[in-house]
């Protein structure tokens, strides 16, 4: 493809360059927009300058895209109201011993589970419940939150619901989603374990100061609640956290406090320090509770409660106190019975939640069976959404508003965008130059190509290299075999998936685990830049440099 006019190329790059500037650094000072404004601006400049018109602009947005992202959220926001994830929460504290397995068990939850529900999903919702496994068993959070994030991004190389540039290459490649699995898993189940292994080579001696102590024998079941599970819950438009320290919180720095004591050998003192922790949370909660009453009421009545019923005391003066008595045998008896009914219609209530898991977990089942089957993936995707939003038998806004329409709007603007891009003949001309060193029929320009993937995959971002390399990667490949062009969008698939652990700016879901873990207001901590490239560097080439060899069209 030749350039387009000068005027064209210079006006469309310009389009481009803000557009890029604000997707990597969205709150760059100058213009702090943000992903999705960035995005909209870049794709109206393209139609103002003229670089495309308007059809070609709305004829840019790939609907099958947005339709197969959009039941995808969906789906993992009845998943997560299905209490999917506090099940994956408790599997990774289930008859764990010590920390090294614990970060195996991180590594494999999070890769399977991105796979099926997206990476970013799974970060989401697992970063808090990770950081409270690590400080609650006194373990250090960093080797566990760089887990969860690198073997998300691993995982969800291996579905084209995993991320959202698997769902461009499904779609634009036309490879069904069986074919799709089968040509990645391979290198993606030796990747996690390469990418555990490295990880427990960075931090063996850091893993071995804690005790050999069951990691979460008693601590999963007693001490973490599913209200610590949940404590974040999956809300991918806004992300909302706790701001106090609940009963809970309490509980469960009490019972750390405990386990260290009583990994010291003294059962006895363990549990009269559980009774003195115990007994001042009450206390605290009492005193607070009656200094509140007596400042806000210091005349009003005070209740005693008895035996048979609860008592007021009033004081009219500093010489009588009258007691009336206030409830009643009939009260109380009224009372019983109604918590005997309430006792009844408990069962009930668990069944509906039994009910109510089962068809979630059932619907998602059939999508996913569908998705398998070679049924259209867009369509399978939005039906299993809405046969959920049926089932539900309820006003369907509080779950859709939790859909990050944000996102789609950013891959709306970024269609145009790149679309405009590619009409200004540069990202043609750059691959004529590249395309005699990088066809993938010889192992040196697979290691060209992967080169390339990984450079433009941390700079432009791994969406926008799929739109800008994707056709232009099957095309060369083509010419060799049609097995060779699905083997180059596998092989596009994995490396643009992996280059987001280069870097903590590689992939949204490194950005998520970071924010996370540093605004937790219980168990905050600060995932650095450095510390995250130190690790991801290595390990980025060596799994890349795996999934080159492993990746094949089956």
Not at 135 to 158: D, E, M
Not at 318 to 344: I, T, V
């Amino acid at each position: 493809m030749a350039l387009a006019p000068t005027v064209n190329v210079v006006l469309g790059s310009m389009a481009f360059g803000i557009f890029w500037v604000l997707a990597v650094f969205p709150a760059v000072p100058f213009l702090p927009i943000g992903r999705t404004a960035g995005s909209l601006l870049g794709a109206m400049l393209m139609v103002m300058f003229r670089v495309i018109s308007p059809e070609e602009a709305y004829a840019a947005i790939d609907l099958p895209i947005l339709g197969l992202l959009f039941g995808t959220m969906v789906v993992s926001v009845f998943l997560e109201r299905a209490d999917m994830f506090k099940h994956l929460g408790k599997l990774l504290s289930w008859k764990s011993r010590g920390g090294k397995d614990l970060l195996v068990r991180i590594c494999l939850i999070s890769a399977i589970s991105s796979a099926l529900f997206t990476n970013d999903t799974c970060c989401v919702v697992l970063t808090e419940f990770i950081l409270k496994i690590a400080r609650q068993n006194n373990l250090p959070p960093q080797p566990f939150l760089l887990a969860l994030a690198s073997s998300a991004n691993i995982g969800s190389s291996t579905t084209p619901i995993g991320n959202p540039q698997n769902l461009v290459i499904a779609v634009k490649s036309n490879i069904s989603f069986g074919k799709f699995l089968l040509g990645i898993l391979p290198a993606m189940f030796v990747g996690i374990f390469v990418n555990a292994g490295i990880l427990l080579m960075y931090y063996w001696k850091l893993l071995s100061n804690e005790k050999d102590v069951e990691v979460a024998a008693a601590a999963a079941a007693d001490v973490i609640a599913e209200k610590d599970v949940t404590l974040h819950r999956f809300h991918p438009a806004t992300m909302s956290h706790v701001t106090l320290m609940s009963s809970e919180d309490w509980s469960s720095a009490a019972d750390s406090i405990v386990l260290c004591s009583s990994t010291n050998g003294d059962p006895g003192h363990a549990e009269t320090l559980r009774n003195r922790i115990t007994w001042s949370e009450a206390d605290m909660h009492s005193r607070s509770s009656d200094k509140v009453e007596s400042t806000l009421a210091p005349n009003a009545a005070k209740e005693i409660a008895g035996d048979h019923g609860v008592f007021t005391r009033k004081e009219e003066d500093h010489s009588a106190r009258k007691y009336a008595r206030s409830g009643s045998w009939m009260k109380g008896m009224k009372d019983g019975f109604s918590y005997l009914s309430e006792e009844k219609e408990v069962p009930m209530e668990r069944w509906k939640v039994l009910l109510w898991n089962g068809c979630v977990y059932l619907v998602t089942i059939g999508m996913l069976v569908s998705l398998l089957m070679g049924v259209n993936m867009s369509w399978s995707a939005i039906t299993a959404a809405l046969a959920l939003i049926v089932l539900d038998f309820k006003d369907a806004r509080p779950c859709l508003e939790k859909v990050s329409y944000s996102l789609l709007i950013f891959f709306c603007g970024m269609f145009i965008t790149v679309d405009g891009f590619n009409k200004t003949g540069i990202p043609s001309a750059l691959w004529d130059f590249m395309e005699p060193y990088a066809r993938i029929d010889s192992a040196a320009g697979t290691a060209v190509l992967a080169v390339v993937i990984l450079f433009l995959s941390n700079v432009a971002s791994n969406v926008p290299t799929v739109l800008l390399l994707g056709a232009r990667v099957a095309a060369s490949a083509a010419e060799i075999s049609p097995a060779e062009e699905t083997k180059a969008w596998l092989l596009l698939a994995w490396v643009s998936t992996v280059a987001g652990n280069l870097s903590l700016l590689g992939s949204a879901a490194n950005l998520i685990v970071c924010e996370q873990a540093r605004r937790s207001q219980s168990f905050g901590y600060n995932l650095s830049f450095l510390t995250h490239l130190r690790f991801g560097f290595p390990t980025t080439i060596i799994i890349t440099a795996i999934g080159l060899l492993l990746v094949r069209n089956y």
